[in-house]
């Protein structure tokens, strides 16, 4: 008799439903389109552009393909849904006359290695895991919405931009107000023309320009310039160069800035702000003023002025290379628009004064300030003039200068010497050109003479010196100066006179006071630097109050470190008051160092001045030690998963010397010996206090200087108990140096990660009943102690058994019988969910004895009489029981049946 099953006609029946829909197409992908060419339906095509009236024609599962060259125009909303798909590159262009979204499209849909977006309203993307390749233009943008999102392109936006959390764009973004969520990287420049907030933790590696600036409390940064209206720095928000203050800033200070970061202004993390450079007005035209007569032979001097209008009250600061006549002088105009340059003429008579720039003669005016007239005339009287050649020079040190007497010879029209082989009683004074509060005046010596004079420069009173002239008509003098600044060198004899300016410099640089005792790597220290002459004392007129702006402007640099690398030193450009000025550094790396101070071109002298705090010919560091700031005990990368070690188990941690701005101190090495013996203490997580319980101890605790490599020591210590007692206990690591000077608690356990809770554990097996030639399961189960029992440990996935370590023993079922054959472990057993198994096989009725030796040695320790044979332990010596049965064991029992099993309840015989 034929039978039909309900299940089978069940399946014949999903069987004809499933070639219907084959058959009728209902299974079909969604199209694909492919803008590249060829005709698309509903879109008509103009040269490289597709314009599709609408989106309505496109399927909730349809693909689109935009190939390189060609623009698609949709003249309607455009949103693309979670199963369609986008496919673009090159210059494939997308746009919308509505609002264009692809923020619902999956990772899977979404290919666009090339292109531009454009919306005619909003564009939106990165409601999913995103990342694509293009340029986006729209009239507001809004970037993704927490799920991780990757552009890479400009971002130019007409109105508001919007950046959602866990976002990174490489390239531009340009909006009204750039709102940027938390964290956000940026890499590219910034400009929001209304206002721009930057979440914690957000980064803009590079310029911004915005009018109001907010960095959100914590960590916001801004690698560059900010360019502000007004900004508003939360706790530790930086800008990392200038902040650009666009309605200007008094000088030190940062009047456009709300500083709440936490760091001083002009401090290393803190804010640095300079006013807004006014924009260069072009060059109308130079002006030459000058005084309208001038002697043969010496050099007159007239002030030149770059100017930006006609009436050249506003001046040209882009400079100028001119050259000067007559005399054909040479002379540069620095963004100050205004130089003093000379003109000569070997002749008596009269010249007109001109200037070139680039061999042709600009537009030029003269203005005469003896006649107050705009002549350009300029008369030169013949007769002796003196020609005066000093060098710019340090304070405090003998120059040497070279006064020559000249006249003009009628018969070659050259100038020859005036005064050969005769001494004359010169009169010479000194003025200054810059502010001076000097009272020791200039020493001035004739070198043949020896005849010297010094020369109150305040009061300009000259003094007669007699001076040899030799039969180049050459006098040669010293000059010694003890301060510093600009002076005007004059000397006349009857009606022979000339001038001319020598500049004096500092000397040197002194550091004083140098820190004494260790700094912290990463925190600000600050050094007082004093310019000095030879003798080393204070040049008083070496103030930025008093002279030219910038003029004191000296770098405050790493001159060498004793060992390791000096990365990570953050120097100053410091200006003095009255010769003294106060440096704030920092140094996040530890070791000694030495710092060098540069002054180059004082006054445009070209005479550079570098002072460093130690020796300069060998390094001999001078500052410091520094140390650093804190320990940071963490769990390394590949462990943090796990919170739960047993007893006597080594912990793995890392131990990382850390500086201020929590960055690895690199130099902190073992190979270099800037490293230190670092000790270990489990602490009381709750209170951070010592642990009081003395029935555990922390083993291997010792982490060796040697340890330490660029900053980071892996240490594998180990909480254990000091009695035969299991334990149940929660510890926290701490990691200090001798004497606990750097320490990885701040009292708050910031900084300290390593946190496990430690149980005593125990492996056990259990005993099993089998079939002869049939594998035979034994189970192997994890339990820790809970402070009052012993339980199953589900979180154990990280025991591994070896292989090596299981030991077996085989008897027989009869006495004189033959045992069962013994097969090898051949596989690690990695527990899971705190169980794991091994399989054992007897090919006859009989006992195998399994054991696991847990130890480091060479033989089981288990509770039973079997005798095994040595082999390799597990080295899991933390999972063994402090006394007596040490490790695991249990009986697998083959051909016949477990108590259990055999067990009879009722037995009832019935006789009929």
Known sequence: MYFTSPFSLILRTALVLIGLLLATGAAQAGATYRFGGAAVPGCSLSGKVYTCPSSAGIAADDKIVIETGYTVSVRSDFTFGYNQGLTMSGTARLTSTGNLSIADLPPSNLNVSGGSFSSAKTFTAGNQVQTFKADISAASLVLGSGSTLQITGTLLSTGPVTIGSNTTITGPVTGTTVSIGTPVRITGDVKASTSLFLGSGSTIDGNVDTGQMTLQASEALITGNAAVDFAKLDWHGRVAKKIICKSGTSPGECDCVNNQSGYPVNTPEGPTCESAKPATAPLHHFQITHDGSGRTCAPESVTVTACANESCSALYK??????????????????????????????????????????????????????????????????????????????????????????????????????????????????????????????????????????????????????????????????????????????????????????????????????????????????????????????????????????????????????????????????????????????????????????????????????????????????????????????????????????????PVEVAAMNAQGAMTTNYSGDLGLSETVTLTALNPADYAAIKDTSAELKDFTVPASAFKAGLAQARPAYGPTTAAPIAASILLRASNSGGVVTSGDGKGTYEKARPAVHSGRLRIANAFGRTNTPLPMRIEAYYWTGKSWLFNQKDDFTVIPASAFVQAARPKVTGGVAPTIGAVKSAVVLASGRGQVDLTGDRPGWIDLAINLGNDTQPQPCNKAVYPTNTGARLAWLRLPTGCADPSARATFGEQSAEERRIIHVRQVFN
């Open 318 to 651: 882009g400079g100028a290379q001119i050259t000067l006549s007559p005399g054909a002088v040479a002379a540069t105009i620095d963004s100050s628009g205004t130089t003093l340059a000379q003109v000569s003429r070997n002749t008596a008579g009269a010249d007109t004064l001109q200037l070139t720039q680039s061999g042709a003669k600009p537009a030029t005016t003269c203005y005469n300030s003896t006649s107050k007239t705009t002549s350009c005339a300029m008369t030169f009287a013949s007769g002796v003039s003196f020609r005066i050649d000093a060098n710019h020079h340090k304070a405090g040190l003998s120059a040497g200068a070279i006064v020559t007497a000249l006249a003009p010879d009628p018969a070659t029209g050259q100038c020859v010497a005036a005064f050969k082989k005769t001494s004359k009683d010169i009169a010479y004074a000194c003025q200054h050109v810059t502010t001076s509060v000097d009272t020791k005046g200039l020493l001035l010596t004739d070198t043949t003479t020896k005849r010297a004079a010094t020369l109150v420069c305040s009061n300009g009173a000259a003094q007669a010196v007699s001076s040899y002239f030799d039969d180049d008509g050459k006098a040669a003098l010293t000059l010694a100066y003890q301060d510093v600044g600009t002076l005007k060198l004059l000397a006349s004899f009857d009606d022979a006179q000339g001038d001319t300016t020598v500049t004096v410099v500092p000397n040197k640089f002194i550091f004083s006071p140098l820190p004494s005792s260790p700094i912290r790597a990463g925190d600000n220290f600050q050094v007082t630097v004093t310019a000095v002459n030879e003798a080393g004392a204070t040049t008083p007129s070496f103030n930025r109050s008093t002279l030219a702006a910038g003029a004191t402007l000296t770098d405050i640099a790493v001159s060498c470190v004793g060992k390791g690398s000096a990365n990570l030193f953050t120097g100053a450009k410091m200006e003095f008051n009255s010769g003294v000025g106060v440096a704030t550094l920092a140094w996040g790396d530890v070791g000694m160092l030495d710092l060098k101070a540069t002054l180059s071109d004082f006054l445009g002298s070209k005479v550079e001045v570098l002072s460093t705090s130690g020796k300069s010919a060998t390094c001999t560091p001078t500052v410091g030690p520094f140390i650093p700031k804190y320990f940071k005990v963490d769990y390394p990368t590949a462990s943090t998963t796990r919170t739960f070690y047993y007893a006597g188990e080594p912990i």
